[in-house]
């Protein structure tokens, strides 16, 4: 049971301080665990499970949480190098080694637990996608307290320099953050702008004023993060590292090779990495554990060290 001194009141709530020290000041980054509905079968796929290995949904989630348990279980997956690890809703609802998930990372490996909570994208319109709607969240986040979640994550797209669409995607992010942060969770707001937008950079720039904005408005009380692509422009996002208000700065990998990722994430100081694709691209599930931990040993090595620049 927590006692006053070591809690942070946010939105009435009551968080944790040494888990907020923890993701705030922390070395290493957050392993991007998420992947659910249509990109399940590729993450599997990239695994070395083909589409033939399992006959309904039920036997691909179960595979799924075989991949992600075997990398969670690693002697590799540690706090020495991993602040925290975002979970897709199936992932928090099973056991590792008889452990609920999200205990299992905080009690065992001293990894913050976060969770998706987003519904996947809506169709483009004004140069952005925009988050389908969710009508469960409030259910779901409620959920996420019980076990043990410390903080959420969604994701919009901006393909282009639309300034209208733009404002639509952080005034959503940034709505539904307030919602949850009322529940004592700090949310992960992840506007990815497209690495392959001919406009990319002016992309950054519009979105840099809007965050801008929706902080200055945001109750002094209430801390977000901020999950942005890896900016054109070296520390373009260092104002928001600096804020008070915002526990962590995390960079997606959007694409980019995990040795691409890396090179431009260490040139931004103070953005750490929150990477899937990149993390685990080399895993397959052919390997020894002897070849899988050496694997995962140096994906882990190498984005780390891209993180505490």
Same mark, same amino acid.
């Given at each position: 049971?927590?006692?006053?001194?070591?809690?942070?009141?946010?939105?009435?709530?009551?968080?944790?301080?040494?888990?907020?020290?923890?993701?705030?000041?922390?070395?290493?980054?957050?392993?991007?665990?998420?992947? &659910?509905?249509?990109?399940?079968?590729?993450?599997?796929?990239? =695994?070395? /499970?083909?589409?033939?290995?399992? &006959?309904?949904?039920?036997?691909?989630?179960?595979? /799924?949480?075989?991949?992600?348990?075997?990398?969670?279980?690693?002697?590799?997956?540690?706090?020495?190098?991993?602040?925290?690890?975002?979970?897709?809703?199936?992932?928090?609802?099973?056991?590792?080694?008889?452990?609920?998930?999200?205990? =299992?990372?905080?009690?065992?490996?001293?990894?913050?637990?976060?969770?998706?909570?987003?519904?996947?994208?809506?169709?483009?319109?004004?140069?952005?996608?925009?988050?389908?709607?969710?009508?469960?969240?409030?259910?779901?986040?409620?959920?996420?307290?019980?076990?043990?979640?410390?903080?959420?994550?969604?994701?919009?797209?901006?393909?282009?320099?639309?300034?209208?669409?733009?404002?639509?995607?952080?005034?959503?992010?940034?709505?539904?953050?307030?919602?949850?942060?009322?529940?004592?969770? /700090?949310?992960?707001?992840?506007?990815?702008?497209?690495?392959?937008?001919?406009?990319? #950079?002016?992309?950054?720039?519009?979105?840099?004023?809007?965050?801008?904005?929706?902080?200055?408005?945001?109750?002094?009380? /209430?801390?977000?993060?901020?999950?942005?692509?890896?900016?054109?422009?070296?520390?373009? =996002?260092?104002?928001?590292?600096?804020?008070?208000?915002?526990?962590?700065?995390?960079?997606?990998?959007?694409? =980019?090779?995990?040795?691409?990722?890396?090179?431009?994430?260490?040139?931004?100081?103070?953005?750490?990495?929150?990477? &899937?694709?990149?993390?685990?691209?080399?895993?397959?599930?052919?390997? #020894?554990?002897?070849?899988?931990?050496?694997?995962?040993?140096?994906?882990?090595?190498?984005?780390?060290?891209? &993180?505490?620049?």
């Amino acid at each position: 049971m927590l006692n006053f001194k070591e809690c942070y009141f946010a939105g009435g709530f009551m968080m944790d301080k040494q888990k907020i020290e923890r993701m705030r000041t922390g070395k290493g980054f957050i392993a991007a665990l998420d992947q &659910s509905g249509g990109s399940t079968p590729k993450a599997l796929e990239a =695994y070395g /499970v083909g589409k033939d290995a399992y &006959s309904d949904e039920k036997e691909m989630f179960d595979m /799924v949480h075989a991949m992600r348990t075997r990398i969670i279980t690693s002697k590799e997956f540690d706090k020495n190098h991993i602040v925290g690890a975002i979970l897709f809703e199936q992932t928090m609802d099973r056991d590792i080694e008889g452990i609920p998930t999200a205990d =299992y990372l905080w009690d065992k490996r001293g990894v913050l637990p976060f969770l998706k909570v987003d519904k996947g994208l809506a169709d483009l319109a004004e140069g952005v996608q925009m988050m389908k709607p969710m009508p469960d969240l409030e259910v779901l986040l409620q959920r996420a307290v019980q076990k043990h979640i410390f903080g959420t994550k969604m994701r919009s797209v901006i393909k282009e320099a639309n300034p209208a669409g733009i404002k639509k995607v952080i005034d959503q992010q940034f709505e539904i953050g307030l919602q949850i942060a009322k529940h004592g969770l /700090v949310p992960i707001i992840e506007p990815e702008v497209d690495i392959h937008s001919p406009d990319k #950079s002016k992309c950054e720039d519009i979105l840099k004023t809007e965050i801008r904005e929706h902080i200055a408005k945001l109750p002094k009380d /209430v801390l977000i993060m901020l999950k942005l692509s890896i900016p054109t422009q070296a520390d373009l =996002y260092k104002e928001f590292i600096d804020h008070p208000q915002v526990v962590r700065v995390v960079a997606l990998s959007g694409g =980019y090779s995990r040795e691409e990722a890396n090179a431009l994430l260490a040139k931004n100081h103070g953005m750490i990495a929150s990477f &899937s694709r990149a993390l685990a691209e080399d895993l397959r599930a052919q390997q #020894s554990q002897e070849e899988f931990d050496k694997t995962l040993a140096a994906a882990i090595k190498s984005i780390y060290d891209a &993180s505490i620049t």
